[in-house]
Structure formats: structure tokens, C-alpha cells
């Protein structure tokens, strides 16, 4: 019964994560109901293998990327959304896996920005939120481009968090 809870707690997480980027993607917005239900199904991920240690490390390293990044919204450098789903995936990774999570989000947000920064990837990212309702169609792609970086946390967390599990 625990290593199913575990495995539809991941499934779970894994779902959240998918609409989460989907939703940064198409409105530049992470509802505060994903992150709260990723936070809410962590303990029953936590069940399968239930340590004290591990909850205090993914709750102190939760807490922790969750001010930081207080910090930085309050300077107006990254997204509440952000923060919120980065210290949400950080409480999924535990104190082993925040370094990683941290390293890989940079990485794939880089190149997201990357691409976003490039003419043609601005424009076919506006024509594909046009084409999703998000409005902004490609005729307003390069003017201003902001990052939905909730995506490269998502991917990062997916590529970070589950891995380990599954094996």
C-alpha cells in the first residue's frame, strides 16, 4: 500500500508540475492552488518512507528557497509564482536534491531565455500562446518578451525528483 501511495503521490506531483508550466506558458501566471496541492500531497509521498530527517530537511530547504526568493520578488527580479513553485519542488527534492534543482533550473531557464531573446523564438512562442487563447500574437512577440520561467522549474523538478524514485 505505501509504495503505491508513494507512486500516485509522484504521478501527482508529475501532473501538477505539466500544468503548472503549461499555465506560466499561457498566462504568465502558477495558480496558487497548484502549488498548494503540490505542498499538500508531499506528505503522502512522504508516508512510503516516512523519516523525521527528511521531513525536516525538505521543510527547512523549502523555507528557505522560500525566502530567498521573497527577497528577490520583493526587488522585483523573479515572479511570486516562481518562488512559490521553486520552494514547492524544493520541499519534493529534499535537502540532497536542492543543489541539483537549482543547477538544472538555471540551465533550462537559461536557454528558455535564450530562445525567447532570438527574434524567431519570440515570435513563435507569441504565435503559440495566440494560438493557445493568451492573446499577444506575434505581431507584439519582440517588443517585450517576459520568461515563463515557471517551465524550466517544472522540467527541472520532473527531471531532478523523479528519476531517484523510479529506479
Not at 506528505?43 to 522560500?66: D, E, H, K, R
Not at 516562481?82 to 538544472?104: C, E, N, Q, S, Y
Not at 531532478?160 to 524514485?165: F, H, K, N
Amino acid at each position: 500500500m505505501s509504495a503505491a501511495l508513494h507512486y500516485l503521490a509522484l504521478a501527482g506531483f508529475a501532473g501538477l508540475m505539466a500544468v503548472a508550466a503549461f499555465e506560466d506558458f499561457r498566462r504568465f501566471t502558477i495558480p496558487n492552488w497548484l502549488t498548494a496541492s503540490m505542498v499538500a500531497l508531499w506528505p503522502a509521498y512522504l508516508a512510503a518512507a516516512p523519516s523525521l530527517a527528511a521531513a525536516i530537511g525538505g521543510i527547512s530547504c523549502g523555507l528557505a528557497v522560500f525566502l530567498v526568493g521573497a527577497f528577490l520578488f520583493a526587488r522585483g527580479y523573479i515572479g511570486g509564482g516562481d518562488v512559490k513553485l521553486l520552494a514547492a519542488a524544493v520541499l519534493w527534492a529534499g535537502p540532497a536534491g536542492v543543489m541539483p534543482l537549482l543547477i538544472v533550473t538555471g540551465l533550462l531557464g537559461g536557454v528558455l531565455a535564450l530562445i525567447l531573446v532570438s527574434p524567431a523564438g519570440a515570435y513563435l512562442i507569441a504565435g503559440a500562446r495566440a494560438q493557445l487563447g493568451a492573446g499577444g500574437g506575434p505581431d507584439k512577440a519582440i517588443a517585450s518578451t517576459p520568461v515563463p520561467y515557471g517551465i524550466a522549474i517544472a522540467l527541472a523538478s520532473l527531471i531532478v525528483v523523479l528519476p531517484p524514485q523510479l529506479s
